[in-house]
């Protein structure tokens, strides 16, 4: 109404009034209306394009905040330094490394490179990008680091697979007597728990106690989740114990290493615990990781039951990873008929990861009928790949079809697919 009132009395072309209106509507996550007023507005200032782009990004809707970005280039106003950041964001969001190469050379063109937040934004969405050197390149050229450049850095590293590397600069840090806060922690403990490297995770440990982090639910749950994928349960289960707090990434990391570690009772008791607190309800981790333990037990029919009660319930939308881990499921009870079934009713008929699993449940319950239409859709989907023509002549030796064995041998020469040849640890 106050809305109406203002455009009614010819206050809505001004300048300051329209801003007021914008940041009004993206306080009440009315973005729709918000991105109204900035079409009515004759000159909005920069504050407007901004207010509503971090508007954007912060909801999670990354691509309409690059839209928006893209449209204030192109108007009168300039952008600035927050512009700017605010579309790295999104960038690093969507790993879109090109367009964040294009406005980082904007940045440069207008001469806002050498600001502390929009050099940290560039590191860190370039490390989102899986551009690492680039990443460690604008690090490297930063007059003044902070937290948040040794944070991005660390996490650039260990988000790609380059623990050790992660390490070293977690190293330098405590050489040089860096300031870290939670975050670090939280970043390299990740790193360590992707190694196994029990011995720096101890060492880490021990750090968080000096600096008083330890009880943290940020530092905890990275902790539990260290000690779980180094195999120590007992020192896993000790630290969910001691935390003041929980939230529902330290149950979920709790549960994740039960998991891991085999323990599929255990999974089913903590999960069950946290479907009955008052402040938290399981998510669609939460599910996945009880899923994946009756498929561990073999206990099919309680997880069907878990993700029924995961869709009605709970409301929440099945994934694919949800979805490949049903199909494993119904492949043990020899009912991948019932997976076909649900692929397409989950709209995931063209997801070639969703057809491999199928067609690898297919191996499971030798079902040839199933296996030659998950076989014929993952070549149609992705192409010729050795896994497809290896399960196929599997399933047909299992039947004694030796001459389809040799069908699909001679079909595999000739378009030249070769079977990957076979490691071990």
């Known amino acids: 109404q106050l809305h109406s009132y203002i455009i009614k009395s010819g206050f809505g072309s001004n300048v300051f009034v329209s801003a007021a209106m914008v940041r009004f509507y993206r306080g009440t996550e009315s973005l729709v209306d918000a991105y109204k007023v900035l079409v009515e507005i004759p000159q909005p200032s920069v504050i407007s394009w901004n207010t509503l782009i971090s508007g954007f990004v912060q909801s999670g809707k990354f691509r309409k905040a690059l839209g928006l970005f893209l449209e204030l280039e192109r108007s009168v106003v300039c952008a600035n330094a927050y512009s700017f950041t605010a579309a790295l964001g999104a960038c690093g969001k969507l790993s879109l490394l090109q367009l964040g190469r294009s406005i980082h050379a904007k940045i440069v063109k207008n001469g806002l490179e050498c600001g502390n937040v929009v050099e940290n934004c560039l590191v860190d969405m370039y490390g989102k990008c899986g551009s690492v050197e680039e990443a460690i390149w604008v690090f490297d050229d930063m007059i003044d680091r902070d937290i948040i450049s040794w944070n991005s850095a660390i996490a650039a590293y260990v988000n790609r697979n380059s623990a050790e590397e992660g390490l070293e600069f977690f190293r330098k840090m405590h050489v040089m007597d860096m300031q870290m806060d939670l975050f670090t922690f939280s970043i390299i403990l990740s790193g360590v728990a992707s190694l196994a490297a029990l011995t720096w995770g101890v060492m ?216 990957e040849v076979g490691c071990s640890w």
């Not at 878990?306 to 409301?315: A, I, L, Q």
Request: glycine content about 8%; some cysteine.
């Open 204 to 419: 880490i440990h021990c750090c968080t106690v000096k600096h008083g982090l330890n009880s943290s639910i940020v530092v905890g749950s990275a902790l539990i989740d260290m000690y779980s994928k180094c195999g120590l349960m007992k020192d896993a289960e000790s630290i969910f114990q001691s935390l003041p707090k929980k939230n529902l990434v330290t149950w979920n990391a709790m549960i994740s290493g039960y998991v891991q570690n085999g323990n599929s009772t255990k999974v089913i008791q903590l999960f069950e615990q946290l479907k009955i607190l008052k402040d938290l309800k399981p998510d669609e981790v939460s599910f996945l990781n009880v899923l994946a333990a009756c498929s561990n037990n073999e206990m099919s029919q309680k997880a069907m039951c878990y993700f029924e009660s995961m869709v009605k319930d709970y409301g929440i939308e099945p994934s694919v990873e949800h979805c490949c881990t049903m199909i494993r499921l119904m492949g043990q009870r020899g009912e991948v008929w019932r997976a076909v079934r649900m692929t397409h009713e989950l709209g995931f008929g063209s997801i070639g990861v969703v057809w491999r699993t199928l067609l690898g449940a297919c191996g499971t319950c030798r079902d040839l009928k199933v296996a030659k239409i998950a076989a014929a859709k993952l070549i149609e989907l992705e192409g010729d790949d050795d896994y497809v023509y290896v399960m196929l002549a599997n399933i047909f030796a299992c039947y004694g079809k030796w001459g389809d064995v040799n069908v699909v041998r001679k079909l595999m020469r000739e378009k030249g697919v070769r079977k």
